[in-house]
Nanobody, 126 residues
């Protein structure tokens, strides 16, 4: 079992940057692949990015590739999402999630993640 708590959301103008953090507790953080998802009311939860247990592999949705960077610090039990060149369409609630399976493959489907944070709101104004 792992508990996840996101922070760092807020209101930013288009073109600006934000860094989200997700702190894990309750289990061995380095055992989990980690992902970030986002959701707009009325829409399904959308994959944003994922990182493997020891940062060897990352995966990005096309919509954020080149603008967002995922990273993790296993010593701090934390995964980060650096968001640059933000656009109004990036407005959403952002969730971090943990995948407990040992497979090396990073996953994009939300149902394949086992644990979720409560989310943090990101609003990008035009």
């Amino acid at each position: 079992q792992v508990q996840l708590v996101e922070s760092g959301g807020g209101l930013v103008q288009a073109g600006g940057s934000l860094r989200l953090s997700c702190v894990a507790s309750g289990s061995i953080f380095r055992n989990y692949h980690m992902g970030w998802f986002r959701q707009v009311p009325g829409n399904e939860r959308e994959f944003v990015t994922a990182i493997s247990r020891h940062s060897a592999f990352t995966d990005y949705a096309d919509s954020v590739k080149g603008r967002f960077i995922i990273s993790r610090d296993n010593a701090k039990n934390t995964v980060y999402l650096q968001m640059n060149a933000l656009k109004p369409e990036d407005t959403a609630v952002y969730f971090c999630a943990a995948d407990r399976r040992a497979s090396a493959s990073l996953r994009r489907a939300s149902w394949e993640y086992d644990y979720w944070g409560q989310g943090t709101q990101v609003t990008v104004s035009s």
